[in-house]
């Protein structure tokens, strides 16, 4: 075989990986789909105001909060103009340097987030940990964090968040 032949998928490696890619595509769409129709918020926006809740004083810098949710400034910017308003989230400069920008859940985006929450939750314990053993959990967890690792350096949980 030569060097410049391709590393081909065996069977095996090609039916995890046909399995993976559908869990990819599948799983974030029943997780919008219930958000959407329970709490009228997509994915991403509850992923943005839920990250915010568990920081301390649910404040963050944004390009912090951008590297969370793993977008760019750009559509976190976005998202974050439709939060505002909606009331759920306000931008100001940082204090400790107006070179950045925080954003801060409201009151009312607290609400949102612990109204929203338990449906939320009840939705990935159906589809994530209910069909799977308590070994299985710990496997995914297991894979999940040495995927992560390969792919290279990224936040699992907002700064300031006690994992």
């Keep these: 075989m030569s060097t410049d ?15 993976l890619a559908a869990l990819l595509v599948r799983f974030p769409a029943a997780l919008d789909a219930q958000l959407q129709r329970d709490a009228g918020l997509s994915h ?16 963050l ?7 969370f949710a793993a977008c760019s400034l750009s559509r976190l910017s ?13 931008r100001t400069p940082d204090p400790e340097d107006g070179r950045y920008t925080l954003a801060v859940l409201t009151e009312e985006g607290w609400e949102k987030v612990r109204a ?15 069909p799977l053993t308590r070994a299985q959990h710990g496997q995914l967890k297991s894979i999940s964090r040495r995927v992560n690792d390969a792919i290279g350096p990224g936040r699992a949980c907002p700064p300031g968040h006690g994992v």
């Design 116 to 130: 929203t929450a338990p449906g939320h939750v009840a939705e990935v314990h159906r589809l994530l940990f209910d």
């Design 61 to 67: 810098r944004m390009s912090d909060l951008a590297e």
């Design 44 to 59: 991403f926006e509850y992923q943005v105001l839920a990250g915010l809740s568990m920081t301390t004083g649910r404040t």
């Design 78 to 90: 976005h998202t974050a103009k439709r939060l505002e308003g909606k009331g759920w989230l306000r």
């Design 5 to 19: 032949e391709p590393r081909w998928l065996d069977a095996e490696e090609q039916e995890t990986w046909l399995a």
